[in-house]
């Protein structure tokens, strides 16, 4: 594309100098390390990391490094680093109910075993600019205890042992994998979960507004949100058995949905599902209501017309890096398609000049 531009590859070559000095700012400032980056922007880290579809703290932060900032650029170098990785294998499903959690809350019961656990939070916070901050000295230490450990019974276990909420259907099949097999619809339920979890946290959260606001009917609560560590296991051949090779942080979040019921089933709460890399319960929270949303059909209820509840719409434009892609293109060089349309228009606009004239003389 860049052939017809007059000394294209040197000014490609000045661009990404000058962008390297626009990254590194003002020198007499400290430059920004990637450690910093990793433990202070720790949010961001992480949703480069479930975006990413690579859980990995410093490359998220590297990426951000390299991005200037910019999310969703973090996030297209990382899922570019992540296909040179090879798959030595796969992981045991991960068990969220031994999750040691830090953060785990409900909006549906006041009194829970194991307690409500705040954890670090904003939702109590002033939203006022903290000047303080400038100081750049150590935060007051907080009174913490330990991570919850050991199986945390979940909020719905609850509800499902009366018969009020729609138990979960398992399966042993394999899920299908949307990294390495293009998306068809219908999808079912994990590919799409697949395809929110590593969605633009923005475009779900504006999709599970829409729900809340009437398109799609769905105002739930909060079964549970809990943010913690989990162990990951693999099972090795040489072994006959799974081995801890790690862990990882973890949003996850149960919304509990009315259900009228139907003609096979009582009245009864049915789920919301979302699960997502890091401290991210925003982008998990929205994932939960888009899931129910989805499932309209399969729980019998009626089409809306709701963006929301349209498969395609949602898992179609729900990646930022396909859109980034698709939009940013335009604004390179389309000049002999613009110049095809301009020969158009100005044939149209002969055509029809001379038409008008043609109908003055007669």
Known sequence: MYVAVKGGERAIDNAHTWLAEERRGDTS??????????EQLSLAVNRVMAEGSLYDPDLAALAIKQARGDLIEAIFLIRAYRTTLPRL???????????ACDRRISA??????????LGPTFDYTHRLLDFALEAEGLPPAAETSEAQTGDTPRVTEFLN?????QSEARSDATPPDMTHAPMQYPAGRPLRLQALTRGDEGFVLSMAYSTQRGYGRNHPFVGELRIGKVAVEMDIPELGFA????????????????????RTEPAQFTRGYGLVFGQTERKAISMALVDRALRWEELGEDNLGAPAQDEEFVLAHSDNIQATGFLEHIKLPHYVDFQSELELVRKIRRDAAEAAMQEAAE
């Open 161 to 165: 042992k009366g018969g009020l909420i």
């Open 108 to 117: 549906t019961f006041k009194d829970v075993p194991g307690g409500q656990v």
């Open 29 to 38: 400032v400290a430059e920004l390390s990637v450690a910093q980056i990793r």
């Open 89 to 99: 294998g796969h992981a045991e499903p991960v068990d969220t109910g031994k999750m």
């Open 243 to 262: 081995i801890e090779i790690g862990e990882v942080t973890l949003s996850e979040c149960e919304t509990v949905n009315q259900f009228a019921g139907s």
